[in-house]
Protein backbone atom coordinates (compact mmCIF):
# COMPACT_ATOMS: atom_id res chain seq x y z
CA UNK A 1 0.00 0.00 0.00
CA UNK A 2 1.27 3.64 -0.73
CA UNK A 3 2.38 5.73 2.02
CA UNK A 4 3.24 9.04 3.37
CA UNK A 5 6.62 9.35 5.01
CA UNK A 6 7.96 11.73 7.26
CA UNK A 7 11.57 12.44 9.07
CA UNK A 8 12.32 12.80 11.92
CA UNK A 9 10.21 10.64 13.90
CA UNK A 10 10.66 13.16 16.81
CA UNK A 11 12.56 16.28 17.15
CA UNK A 12 13.74 18.49 19.78
CA UNK A 13 15.23 21.92 19.37
CA UNK A 14 15.79 24.98 21.32
CA UNK A 15 13.40 27.98 20.84
CA UNK A 16 14.76 30.37 18.16
CA UNK A 17 16.31 27.59 16.56
CA UNK A 18 14.94 26.84 13.03
CA UNK A 19 13.99 23.69 11.98
CA UNK A 20 12.68 21.44 8.70
CA UNK A 21 10.16 18.81 8.45
CA UNK A 22 10.48 16.28 5.68
CA UNK A 23 7.97 14.36 3.61
CA UNK A 24 7.92 12.14 0.96
CA UNK A 25 4.21 12.24 -0.53
CA UNK A 26 2.78 9.46 -2.48
CA UNK A 27 4.83 9.86 -6.03
CA UNK A 28 1.50 10.70 -8.47
CA UNK A 29 -0.30 12.89 -6.09
CA UNK A 30 -0.43 16.51 -6.16
CA UNK A 31 -1.89 18.14 -3.80
CA UNK A 32 -0.14 18.32 -0.60
CA UNK A 33 -0.80 19.39 2.37
CA UNK A 34 0.72 20.06 6.60
CA UNK A 35 -1.30 20.15 9.70
CA UNK A 36 -0.59 20.11 12.96
CA UNK A 37 -2.02 18.61 16.36
CA UNK A 38 -0.95 20.32 19.52
CA UNK A 39 -1.48 17.50 22.45
CA UNK A 40 -4.89 16.67 23.28
CA UNK A 41 -6.09 19.05 20.35
CA UNK A 42 -8.18 18.46 17.45
CA UNK A 43 -6.01 18.42 14.09
CA UNK A 44 -5.66 22.20 12.24
CA UNK A 45 -5.04 22.99 8.59
CA UNK A 46 -1.59 24.80 7.72
CA UNK A 47 -1.21 25.16 4.62
CA UNK A 48 -1.92 23.29 0.90
CA UNK A 49 0.47 23.58 -1.77
CA UNK A 50 -0.39 22.49 -5.46
CA UNK A 51 1.47 22.88 -8.65
CA UNK A 52 4.76 24.11 -6.82
CA UNK A 53 2.75 27.14 -5.02
CA UNK A 54 1.09 27.53 -1.94
CA UNK A 55 -2.95 27.06 -2.37
CA UNK A 56 -4.02 27.92 0.96
CA UNK A 57 -2.96 28.83 4.27
CA UNK A 58 -4.08 29.56 7.46
CA UNK A 59 -3.87 31.89 10.21
CA UNK A 60 -1.39 29.41 11.78
CA UNK A 61 1.14 29.42 8.98
CA UNK A 62 2.97 33.12 9.55
CA UNK A 63 6.08 34.52 8.22
CA UNK A 64 8.07 31.97 10.17
CA UNK A 65 6.45 28.80 7.98
CA UNK A 66 7.43 27.88 4.75
CA UNK A 67 7.22 24.94 2.52
CA UNK A 68 8.87 23.95 -0.34
CA UNK A 69 9.28 20.88 -2.99
CA UNK A 70 12.52 21.21 -3.85
CA UNK A 71 13.27 18.17 -6.05
CA UNK A 72 9.63 17.12 -6.96
CA UNK A 73 9.45 14.46 -4.48
CA UNK A 74 10.21 16.23 -1.27
CA UNK A 75 8.04 18.51 0.64
CA UNK A 76 8.98 20.63 3.47
CA UNK A 77 7.47 22.13 6.18
CA UNK A 78 10.34 24.90 7.52
CA UNK A 79 9.86 27.16 10.96
CA UNK A 80 12.73 29.56 10.62
CA UNK A 81 12.74 30.50 14.45
CA UNK A 82 11.00 28.13 16.93
CA UNK A 83 8.14 29.22 19.86
CA UNK A 84 7.62 27.07 23.00
CA UNK A 85 4.07 27.00 21.12
CA UNK A 86 5.24 25.27 17.64
CA UNK A 87 5.71 22.14 19.98
CA UNK A 88 3.02 19.78 18.22
CA UNK A 89 2.42 16.26 15.94
CA UNK A 90 2.92 17.90 12.45
CA UNK A 91 1.53 15.85 9.81
CA UNK A 92 2.06 15.94 6.02
CA UNK A 93 -0.77 14.82 3.24
CA UNK A 94 -1.24 13.74 -0.24
CA UNK A 95 -3.98 13.20 -2.38
CA UNK A 96 -4.33 13.05 -6.76
CA UNK A 97 -6.36 14.91 -8.26
CA UNK A 98 -9.65 14.08 -7.69
CA UNK A 99 -11.28 15.44 -4.68
CA UNK A 100 -13.45 11.99 -3.42
CA UNK A 101 -10.24 9.85 -3.36
CA UNK A 102 -7.93 8.58 -0.70
CA UNK A 103 -6.11 11.34 1.31
CA UNK A 104 -3.30 9.70 3.11
CA UNK A 105 -1.46 10.78 5.87
CA UNK A 106 2.11 10.42 7.61
CA UNK A 107 3.33 9.32 10.77
CA UNK A 108 4.48 12.78 11.96
CA UNK A 109 6.59 14.45 13.26
CA UNK A 110 6.66 15.30 16.95
CA UNK A 111 8.24 18.72 17.20
CA UNK A 112 9.08 19.82 20.60
CA UNK A 113 10.76 22.90 21.53
CA UNK A 114 12.71 23.42 24.37
CA UNK B 1 -18.30 29.26 10.01
CA UNK B 2 -17.28 25.52 8.95
CA UNK B 3 -17.84 23.56 11.59
CA UNK B 4 -17.49 19.55 12.63
CA UNK B 5 -18.63 18.76 16.21
CA UNK B 6 -18.47 14.93 17.10
CA UNK B 7 -19.80 13.60 19.98
CA UNK B 8 -19.62 12.05 22.25
CA UNK B 9 -16.16 13.54 23.32
CA UNK B 10 -15.00 9.71 24.97
CA UNK B 11 -16.45 6.97 25.83
CA UNK B 12 -15.86 3.24 27.34
CA UNK B 13 -17.17 -0.08 25.65
CA UNK B 14 -16.81 -3.29 26.89
CA UNK B 15 -15.16 -6.29 24.22
CA UNK B 16 -17.32 -6.98 21.97
CA UNK B 17 -20.01 -4.73 22.33
CA UNK B 18 -21.14 -2.01 19.75
CA UNK B 19 -21.00 1.44 19.71
CA UNK B 20 -21.83 5.08 17.46
CA UNK B 21 -19.82 7.78 17.59
CA UNK B 22 -22.01 10.98 15.81
CA UNK B 23 -20.44 13.77 13.74
CA UNK B 24 -22.45 17.03 12.82
CA UNK B 25 -21.24 19.85 10.01
CA UNK B 26 -22.18 22.70 8.97
CA UNK B 27 -19.82 22.75 6.17
CA UNK B 28 -21.47 23.68 3.07
CA UNK B 29 -20.84 22.92 0.37
CA UNK B 30 -18.50 19.76 0.92
CA UNK B 31 -17.24 17.15 -1.30
CA UNK B 32 -17.06 14.45 0.95
CA UNK B 33 -17.22 13.34 4.63
CA UNK B 34 -14.90 11.15 5.97
CA UNK B 35 -14.29 8.89 9.05
CA UNK B 36 -10.26 8.38 10.46
CA UNK B 37 -8.87 6.46 12.95
CA UNK B 38 -5.81 7.51 15.13
CA UNK B 39 -3.83 5.52 17.38
CA UNK B 40 -2.03 7.69 20.13
CA UNK B 41 0.71 9.18 18.23
CA UNK B 42 0.35 7.95 15.26
CA UNK B 43 -0.89 9.28 11.67
CA UNK B 44 -4.66 9.32 10.85
CA UNK B 45 -6.00 6.28 9.17
CA UNK B 46 -8.71 6.49 6.58
CA UNK B 47 -11.97 3.98 7.53
CA UNK B 48 -14.85 5.29 5.07
CA UNK B 49 -15.15 7.93 2.46
CA UNK B 50 -18.77 9.27 1.63
CA UNK B 51 -19.39 11.67 -1.09
CA UNK B 52 -22.97 13.83 -0.13
CA UNK B 53 -25.07 11.31 -3.00
CA UNK B 54 -23.84 8.41 -0.74
CA UNK B 55 -26.02 7.17 2.02
CA UNK B 56 -23.46 4.23 3.76
CA UNK B 57 -20.31 3.10 3.87
CA UNK B 58 -18.89 0.03 5.36
CA UNK B 59 -15.45 -1.08 5.69
CA UNK B 60 -15.16 -4.88 7.59
CA UNK B 61 -16.80 -3.81 11.11
CA UNK B 62 -17.08 -0.15 10.51
CA UNK B 63 -20.03 1.87 8.86
CA UNK B 64 -20.38 5.00 8.61
CA UNK B 65 -23.68 6.52 7.41
CA UNK B 66 -24.74 10.05 6.17
CA UNK B 67 -27.61 12.12 5.88
CA UNK B 68 -26.89 15.49 4.04
CA UNK B 69 -29.90 16.92 4.41
CA UNK B 70 -29.48 16.96 8.91
CA UNK B 71 -25.57 17.48 7.91
CA UNK B 72 -25.48 14.56 10.46
CA UNK B 73 -23.05 11.20 10.15
CA UNK B 74 -22.41 8.36 12.04
CA UNK B 75 -19.81 6.19 12.76
CA UNK B 76 -20.73 2.35 14.06
CA UNK B 77 -18.33 -0.08 15.42
CA UNK B 78 -19.46 -3.58 15.59
CA UNK B 79 -18.27 -6.39 18.01
CA UNK B 80 -15.59 -3.76 19.38
CA UNK B 81 -12.26 -5.21 19.51
CA UNK B 82 -9.32 -4.12 22.13
CA UNK B 83 -7.78 -2.47 19.01
CA UNK B 84 -10.60 -0.22 18.00
CA UNK B 85 -8.86 1.67 21.51
CA UNK B 86 -8.19 5.03 19.47
CA UNK B 87 -9.77 8.63 18.27
CA UNK B 88 -11.87 8.14 15.55
CA UNK B 89 -12.21 11.64 13.63
CA UNK B 90 -14.68 12.76 11.05
CA UNK B 91 -13.96 14.99 8.33
CA UNK B 92 -15.03 16.91 6.18
CA UNK B 93 -13.67 17.77 2.54
CA UNK B 94 -14.52 21.40 1.89
CA UNK B 95 -15.64 22.64 -1.47
CA UNK B 96 -15.94 26.30 -1.25
CA UNK B 97 -14.19 28.76 -3.68
CA UNK B 98 -11.68 29.78 -0.56
CA UNK B 99 -11.20 26.18 1.07
CA UNK B 100 -10.85 23.48 -1.94
CA UNK B 101 -10.36 20.27 -0.99
CA UNK B 102 -8.70 21.63 2.37
CA UNK B 103 -10.28 19.11 5.25
CA UNK B 104 -12.01 20.46 8.16
CA UNK B 105 -11.35 18.10 11.54
CA UNK B 106 -13.55 17.01 14.14
CA UNK B 107 -12.36 17.27 17.41
CA UNK B 108 -12.47 13.60 17.54
CA UNK B 109 -14.19 10.58 20.08
CA UNK B 110 -12.13 8.47 22.32
CA UNK B 111 -12.74 5.65 22.32
CA UNK B 112 -11.14 2.87 24.87
CA UNK B 113 -12.52 -0.89 24.47
CA UNK B 114 -11.72 -2.72 28.28
CA UNK B 115 -11.81 -6.50 28.19
Known amino acids: EPEVTQTPSHQVTQMGQEVILRCVPISNHLYFYWYRQILGQKVEFLVSFYNNEISEKSEIFDDQFSVERPDGSNFTLKIRSTKLEDSAMYFC????????????FGQGTRLTVV | KNQVEQSPQSLIILEGKNCTLQ??????????LRWYKQDTGRGPVSLTIMTFSENTKSNGRYTATLDADTKQSSLHITASQLSDSASYICVVTLMTTDSWGKFQFGAGTQVVVTP
Open chain 1, 93 to 104: ASRNRVLDTEAF
Open chain 2, 23 to 32: CNYTVSPFSN
